[in-house]
């Protein structure tokens, strides 16, 4: 089975801290995305990566960024957080290239147990 | 750009029942993939079903089945025999072919009351 963990379930951080979390796959899954969930909103994509060192912006990068040095970890990093970035951040990831998204299941997302993360 | 609706924030069905989620979606593409993902409380979210929009055939995967309205744009989830299991948010979700960008849809928070 496919495990995508990530490094807390639950976070208590206070404005202006960093914070930074992280993501891990063991399945030399190519794609890997970090989205928020907030109520009434869905998920919401802020970053993901199709490979190593590479990244692209989803559509709420602002106030975030992310570091993908090794295939399997994928870093959520929260410069300097605030209190509108209290939300659940999950992560995912599926097993093909970006090029080859399609019929065979590739693009099937796993994803990780989330982070709730609350900003005082 | 593409979006997905969910109408009902919250639904309830009596165990052993069925029930049917609406998902809604808006895109100009032809080529796309359909899911219904489920997040049970406090639980990883999970896939359950997906329908790629090529295939008229509607998917089914055991108790779960979808209703695919490609003119319509419209993915329905219906759940039969409900179980106390299935008790979750349950998200639609759309992609496009080629493209690892998923839309997800608000959510419904499904009860099974016992």
């Known amino acids: 089975d496919v495990k995508v963990t990530q490094s807390s379930r639950y976070l208590v951080k206070r404005t202006g801290e960093k914070v930074f979390l992280e993501c891990v796959q063991d399945?030399?899954?190519?794609?890997m995305f970090w989205y928020r969930q907030d109520p009434g909103l869905g998920l919401r994509l802020i970053y993901f990566?199709?490979?190593?060192?590479?990244?692209e912006k989803g559509d709420i990068p602002e106030g975030y960024s992310v570091s993908r040095e090794k295939k399997e970890r994928f870093s959520l990093i929260l410069e300097s957080a605030s209190t509108n970035q209290t939300s659940m951040y999950l992560c995912?990831?599926?097993?093909?290239?970006?090029?080859?998204?399609?019929?065979?299941?590739?693009?099937?997302?796993?994803f990780g147990p989330g982070t709730r993360l609350t900003v005082l | 750009a593409q979006t997905v609706t969910q109408s009902q924030p919250e639904m309830s069905v009596q165990e052993a029942e069925t029930v049917t989620l609406s998902c809604t979606y808006d895109?100009?593409?032809?080529?796309?993939?359909l899911f219904w993902y489920k997040q049970p409380p406090s639980r990883q979210m999970i896939l359950v079903i997906r329908?790629?929009?090529?295939?008229?055939q509607n998917a089914t995967e055991n108790r779960f089945s979808v209703n695919f309205q490609k003119a319509a744009k419209s993915f329905s989830l219906k759940i039969s025999d409900s179980q106390l299991g299935d008790t979750a948010m349950y998200f639609c979700?759309?992609?496009?072919?080629?493209?690892?960008?998923?839309?997800f849809g608000a959510g419904t928070r499904l009860t099974v009351k016992p």
């Open positions: 979700a759309f992609m496009q072919y080629n493209n690892n960008d998923m839309r």
């Open positions: 990566s199709y490979d190593v060192k590479m990244k």
């Open positions: 329908q790629e929009a090529y295939k008229q």
């Open positions: 895109t100009s593409e032809n080529n796309y993939y």
């Open positions: 399945m030399d899954h190519e794609n």
């Open positions: 995912a990831s599926t097993p093909g290239g970006i090029e080859t998204s399609g019929g065979d299941g590739t693009d099937t997302q796993y």
